[in-house]
């Protein structure tokens, strides 16, 4: 069974100093913001910035994609991070970033990787103490990967679970993309979704405030994932890993993250697209 990646602020606070924070957020296509600046105004104690623009694979024409094993290591290396050291990965609100940045964690081998629930926005309301400035200079560590490449789905991937009935395609893209009837904000990306696929807009499994709902309410909306072999899609591999974090959360176990998500799909000729409601 695989336990629940998810920890709240009041839990985390009195943990302080035994565990790194990473900064993982990111803007989705259409915010405005700079998390760079954002982090040095604020961050949790002795954190790092973990930039998923960074953590990827500066050869892909596609958007943050998973870097190879060497390149993770060294820049987790440069944050001070070894395997055997905890660390919490955390969104200025929310966790979609922190999600990327646990799933990636888990891909390259850590297993004492957790999100914070509600990110920045709930430590301080939680009462946690922050910092601001750039962070102090860190004394690098040696990251050893080991790749579970079971938890990445390619293309291929993707195409054979369409065609099984034990398996499930989820798509985090809001239900205007899915069904096409929002178009994509990247040029030359097609709208609709993977004939097969179901809408699972990332947005239901989170609330208002951007914390995670309830785990019965999780297990409630992600319900036809159990028992099912899961693959998460997005628009370009973030969302999807809310979906891949909450079914961890509802005790579904491991799910695969299509990394190249809608970006790839949707940009290639000869994948089938479909519009209209699931």
Request: negative net charge; proline residues 8%; charged residues 20%.
């Amino acid at each position: 069974m695989t336990i629940s990646p998810l920890v709240d602020a009041a839990t985390l606070i009195p943990e302080v100093g035994r565990f790194i924070p990473l900064d993982a957020s990111v803007l989705l296509p259409g915010q405005k913001g700079d998390p760079d600046s954002a982090f040095v105004a604020q961050h949790l104690p002795g954190a790092r910035r973990f930039d998923i623009d960074v953590f990827a694979d500066p050869e892909s024409p596609l958007p943050h994609t998973v870097p190879g094993a060497a390149r993770f290591a060294r820049l987790m290396g440069e944050l001070g991070v070894s395997k055997e050291i905890p660390v919490v990965f955390y969104d200025g609100r929310g966790s979609v970033g922190a999600c990327r940045g646990w799933w990636l964690a888990r891909l390259f081998g850590h297993r004492n990787a957790r999100i914070l629930d509600g990110g920045l926005e709930a430590w301080v309301k939680a009462g946690g103490a922050v910092e601001s400035g750039a962070p102090p200079v860190i004394e690098p560590a040696v990251f050893r990967p080991r790749p579970h490449y079971g938890l990445l789905a390619g293309l291929g991937d993707v195409r054979q679970a369409l065609k099984r009935t034990d398996a499930l395609v989820l798509d985090a893209r809001s239900a205007g993309r899915f069904a096409a009837t929002v178009p994509e904000p990247r040029p030359g990306v097609r709208g609709g979704h993977m004939p097969g696929a179901q809408s699972m807009d990332w947005t239901r499994l989170v609330d208002g405030n951007g914390c995670f709902l309830p785990t019965v309410e999780l297990k409630r909306v992600l319900a036809g994932a159990e028992g099912r072999s899961v693959i998460a899609s997005c628009g370009s591999g973030l969302t999807a890993a809310t979906i891949v974090a909450a079914l961890a959360i509802a005790g579904y176990g491991d799910a695969a993250l299509y990394d190249g998500s809608w970006a790839e799909w949707g940009s290639d000729p000869d994948a089938p697209v479909v519009t209209g409601e699931a």
